[in-house]
């Protein structure tokens, strides 16, 4: 049985060209995750959390590498480039805030980093969405301190 798994294994990387029978990525899969991280940042800065904030910061640089890699051209546009200059910067900005636990300027830098998505869906021609700095939190999560 072993065997005949192996031969048609085989058999299927012959006939797809050795290429892989993984779908490629979807940006907009990459962008929804995203879009959680850091709404679920922003709720945690604004609840005054700053380990919860460094946890979601974390989550979502890693969401970014993995998209920078998977996905660096989109529909002919630099993705993983734009991502680089947009997004990096005040990422890193806040990150080095929040290491040093300064809420303040961790809650102050936040609305940079989401005016860098904007800006970055411009570049790419999709202006048309517009990510806001959420107040409300809309998942079933609690973001305040525990005691």
């Not at 490629?24 to 962008?31: D, V």
């Not at 979502?60 to 200059?85: A, F, S, W, Y």
Request: aromatic share 6%.
């Amino acid at each position: 049985m072993r065997f005949l798994l192996f031969i048609l294994a085989l058999l299927l990387t012959h006939c797809t060209g050795g290429a892989s029978l993984e779908p490629e990525p979807e940006l907009s899969t990459a962008m929804g995750q995203f879009e959680r991280f850091s709404t679920k940042l922003g709720l945690a800065l604004s609840a005054g959390n700053p380990r919860l904030a460094q946890f979601y910061l974390q989550e979502l640089r890693e969401t970014l590498e993995n998209t920078q890699k998977t996905i660096p051209v989109h529909e002919g546009l630099p993705i993983g480039d734009l991502m680089q200059t947009l997004l990096v910067p005040p990422l890193a900005e806040l990150e080095k805030a929040l290491h040093v636990r300064d809420l303040p300027r961790s809650r102050a830098l936040w609305p940079t980093v989401v005016e860098g998505c904007n800006r970055c869906h411009g570049a790419t021609e999709h202006e048309f969405i517009r990510i806001k700095v959420v107040r409300e939190n809309p998942f079933s999560q609690e973001f305040a301190l525990q005691n």
